[in-house]
């Protein structure tokens, strides 16, 4: 059973700064790429960063620059260091795993429970 928790997540004034971790119960990162998401209210699901199996990361271009995703393959810990955080990333930010498979199952069904970050002025 592959889990994914999230932690790091609180409440922070405009400009600070919170590195959101996500710990796998297993060691997925050989045959998923990873990534984190996020939904703020009233609004769809948006990748916010992802790191294939090689170590290529991608960035949605509102966080370029400000945050960057990382991990520790012999803790099984997925990162993000977000920077320079504005009102607008306040969300729900989520760990996945994304492209190939893992234990006969697609990666992508991996996810965690989210952890809140909330971002005020």
């Known amino acids: 059973q592959v889990q994914l928790v999230e932690s790091g997540g609180g409440s922070v004034q405009a400009g600070g700064s919170l590195k959101l971790s996500c710990a796998a119960s297993v060691n997925i990162f050989s045959s998923c790429g990873m990534g984190w998401f996020r939904q703020a209210p009233g609004k769809e699901r948006e990748m916010v960063s992802i790191?294939?199996?090689?170590?290529?990361?991608n960035y949605a271009d509102s966080v370029k620059g400000r945050f960057t995703i990382s991990q520790d393959n012999a803790k099984n810990t997925l990162y993000l260091q977000m920077n320079s955080l504005k009102t607008e990333d306040t969300a729900m930010y989520y760990c996945?795993?994304?492209?190939?498979?893992?234990?006969?199952?697609?990666?992508?069904?991996?996810w965690g429970q989210g952890t809140q970050v909330t971002v005020s002025s």
């Open positions: 996945a795993a994304t492209g190939g498979r893992y234990a006969g199952t697609w990666c992508s069904n991996y």
């Open positions: 790191i294939s199996r090689n170590g290529i990361t």
